[in-house]
């Protein structure tokens, strides 16, 4: 992590924590909103940390990506380790739709673009019309009898609400929410004990942050939601 700091700088680095099927993993997102004049150039990243891709891995620095990330696999034993080399780094575009700002994610193999998915971002508050409709827009949300409250727009008093359609889920993030949110997100979506203990432990300390918290779902054959994955993200 203090390489990665060291390297993009502070603040341009999101770290965002899944938790799907009692296994975490991490993700990191770094920033860079020079697009195609970018300040920092991917290929000297790789090249700063080249036990992450194998050396023929290349990306095209033209390509006008505000963010690219990179996903980390977690062992049994709970620690976080990079798989032998990565073989995909997943790059973000400017999109259209929401009412602040939307966005696509591609994952490149250093080879070609396979589009994942679809952000749209809305202030949560004013735009409650315009989340209700994208939402009934979806193929997948559509199909939910009744949207648990909890994955209502508002639900945790956050500042941006952002709806996103994904290959084998839609998603649902809660951004710019408080500890005390963040805390009760974590333990109804099924957060390791030890986070949420950390958490707890933590909270005075952490009463300055916010923090998004995001949640996958798919759909029953009964028109229920069913969640499959948390994120938590922070700065680096």
């Known amino acids: 992590m203090l390489r990665i700091r060291a390297f993009w700088g502070r603040f341009n680095t ?3 924590l899944k938790s799907a099927d009692g296994r975490l993993g991490l993700e990191l997102y770094f920033y860079d909103y020079d697009r195609a004049e970018r300040r920092t150039k991917i290929s000297s990243f790789l090249n700063a940390f080249p036990d992450l891709f194998a050396p023929s891995f290349t990306i ?5 990506f505000f963010m690219c990330s990179i996903e980390f696999n977690a062992e049994d034993s709970g620690l976080l380790e990079a798989r032998t080399h990565m073989t995909t780094i997943d790059l973000y575009t400017d999109g259209f739709g929401g009412t602040t700002s939307a966005g696509l994610c591609h994952a ?3 080879v070609s673009l396979t589009l994942k998915n679809i952000y749209r971002f809305y202030e949560s508050h004013p735009d409650r ?8 827009a979806s193929a997948r949300t559509s199909q939910i009898k009744k949207l648990p409250p909890e994955l209502c727009a508002g639900a945790w008093q956050e500042e941006i609400f952002v709806f996103a359609q994904k290959r084998t889920s839609d998603c649902v993030y809660f951004s710019r929410i408080k500890i005390q949110a963040v805390r009760d997100l974590c333990a ?6 030890e986070i949420i203990g950390f958490l707890a432990d933590q909270d005075a300390n952490l009463a300055h942050h916010l923090f998004d918290v995001g949640i996958d779902y798919t759909v029953s054959s009964g028109g229920d939601a069913l969640p499959a994955k948390a994120g938590l993200y922070g700065l680096l």
Not at 60 to 64: F, K, L, Q, R, V
Not at 129 to 136: R, V
Not at 188 to 193: D, E, Q, S, V
């Open 129 to 136: 019309a315009e989340i209700t409709s994208a939402m009934a």
């Open 60 to 64: 095209d620095d033209g390509i006008p």
């Open 108 to 110: 490149w193999d250093g």
């Open 188 to 193: 109804k979506f099924a957060f390791p004990p």
């Open 14 to 16: 999101v770290w965002g």
